[in-house]
């Protein structure tokens, strides 16, 4: 079973519209959880950063949440637009091993 | 800062030929890098891990004599995909990560679409 799940796999979204994805780990011990955004046919690129004793943390219109208690993560996209269509990678560094998602397959309409 | 470059971008081979992908920190050194295999819809699978002077690191399943990793410097990595087959077709990528592995950033390079005939 994947240490990181995400959800939901994919979403279709309006242009202008907010959106929110879901991570939810197992992996123990826990150092630190990114959020990557991935365009496709490129490699990941770092949105966030959170360690444990942080809650929030935001990126221009990418708001991350961490909770450690209860093991899960948020990426919140506000007022989308065409170029965030995009894969959304949760990754868990537990240990100094990444744990990948599969990703959240976002795709912003006009 | 911290940008990885990757060589090719893509490639098209015949099955039974070698594929060589170099992997490259253009501004910091990388005293280990990371390769990475993805498929469609996938997670990033972690092949092998490098440091610079010293052997790979394969991760179970993964044959080491089929993916040469060679980390000659500090600032390039390289995967040869030796005899490949149709089924090595993916998206390779590599990271690099600089320093100790506390803080475990990597940064990835912009992958390797491999299509093998």
């Known amino acids: 079973k994947n240490q990181v799940e995400q959800s939901p796999q994919s979403l279709i979204i309006l242009e202008g519209k907010n959106c929110t994805l879901q991570c939810n780990y197992t992996v123990s011990p826990f150092s630190n959880l990114r959020w990557y955004k991935q365009d496709t046919g490129r490699g990941p690129v770092s949105l966030t950063i959170?360690?444990?004793?942080?809650n929030t943390k935001s990126n221009g219109r990418y708001t991350a949440t961490l909770d450690a208690d209860t093991k899960q993560s948020s990426l919140h996209i506000t007022a989308s637009q065409l170029s965030d269509s995009a894969s959304y990678i949760c990754?868990?560094?537990?240990?100094?091993?990444?744990?990948f998602g599969k990703g959240n397959q976002v795709v912003v309409i006009p | 800062g911290a940008v990885v470059s990757q060589h090719p971008s893509w490639v098209i081979c015949k099955s039974g030929t070698s594929v060589k992908i170099e992997c490259r920190s253009l501004?910091?050194?990388?005293?280990?890098m990371f390769w990475y295999r993805q498929f469609p819809k996938q997670s990033l699978m972690l092949m092998a891990t490098?440091?610079?002077?010293?052997?790979?690191?394969?991760e179970q399943g993964v044959e080491k004599d089929k993916f040469l990793i060679n980390h000659a410097s500090l600032t390039l990595s390289t995967l040869t995909v030796t005899s490949a087959h149709p089924e090595d077709s993916s998206f390779y990528i590599c990271?690099?990560?600089?320093?100790?592995?506390?803080?475990?950033?990597?940064?990835f390079g912009p992958g390797t679409r491999l299509t093998v005939l």
């Open positions: 990271s690099a990560r600089e320093g100790l592995p506390s803080y475990n950033e990597q940064f």
């Open positions: 501004d910091f050194q990388a005293t280990t």
């Open positions: 959170m360690t444990f004793s942080e």
């Open positions: 490098s440091n610079e002077g010293s052997k790979a690191t394969y």
């Open positions: 990754v868990v560094n537990g240990n100094n091993r990444l744990a």
